[in-house]
């Protein structure tokens, strides 16, 4: 399969996406959601809330008075997420391509926390957002910056250049499609934003080891960061991706540096 896929997650990915995105996406994520000033009684939409760690942290700002909605499209993480149901915060599974269910002017604020680099078509998703935001209502994104890939993002690249590996190239949808500062301005004008801030940050990762490597980005990934390549290839692509990181390793573990772009926007 060379398409982005939803069927290769699993239990023990999703479990370990709760584990490991807790000093990661999370904390990311209440960066944006201060960026964002979010308010008591607004009513806010996730888009990719995954487990639901900051869709549950935004339902504690915005109290009784407001509403939290999740959406993910991977049912295990959905299931993860509803343990952590609140009167005021509700997950289900859903996509942004398709908010058809909420109604125009539904939320204050929406916000995409290291989801917008797995949308392959960004437009529509755009599009969607805008109709079920008030007018002056704000998004909030977080994604990679494709000017600064890290040293993982480098090594796979190299690993799957060579053969055999090479004989599989990713589709399209297969990978995240990360953008850069002044593609992701022309997107937002484009589709009915004014922009409020767009900055690129440090996106800096400390891992003990290669294996914690591969575990957050296979976990991260929702199983397709070798997706694409047949199941009898994919141990031996991680087997040379992982000797190349141990090159870098040292006494503090593998570092991965890179770079995100934080937006936010409001709804002309």
Not at 4 to 16: I, V
Not at 179 to 203: A, H
Not at 221 to 244: C, Q
Request: glycine share 8%; hydrophobic share 40%.
């Amino acid at each position: 399969m060379n398409a982005l896929s939803l069927a290769f997650d699993t239990q023990r990915l999703a479990e370990k996406y709760e584990e490991l995105s807790a000093d990661r996406q999370f904390s990311h994520g209440k960066q944006l959601i201060e960026e964002l000033r979010l308010r008591p009684g607004e009513r806010v939409l996730d888009i990719g809330c995954g487990t639901g760690l900051l869709a549950e942290y935004v339902a504690t700002i915005v109290g009784p008075t407001g509403w939290v909605t999740g959406i993910d499209p991977l049912p295990l993480r959905i299931e993860i997420a509803k343990r952590k149901s609140k009167p005021n915060l509700v997950y289900q599974v859903g996509n942004a391509y398709v908010l058809d269910e909420f109604a125009e002017n539904s939320f204050d604020v929406v916000y995409l926390n290291a989801v917008f680099h797995w949308l392959a078509e960004k437009e529509e998703p755009l599009q969607h957002i805008r109709r079920v935001l008030v007018p002056g209502g704000r998004l909030g994104l977080t994604t990679g910056s494709k000017e600064h890939p890290n040293r993982l993002q480098r090594i796979r690249r190299e690993v799957l250049s060579r053969p055999p590996y090479n004989a599989f190239p990713e589709s399209r949808a297969g990978y995240p499609h990360w953008v850069s500062v002044p593609e992701l301005v022309w997107l937002l004008d484009r589709n009915g934003f004014s922009i409020q801030k767009i900055e690129v940050q440090e996106n800096v990762f400390n891992h003990s080891d290669s294996d914690t490597v591969i575990d957050f980005s296979q976990a991260s990934s929702f199983g397709n960061f070798l997706g694409h390549l047949p199941p009898e290839l994919r141990d031996s692509a991680i087997a040379e991706i992982k000797r190349a990181l141990e090159e870098y390793r040292t006494p503090d573990g593998i570092r991965l540096e890179g770079r995100r772009i934080l937006a936010v926007a409001v709804k002309k």
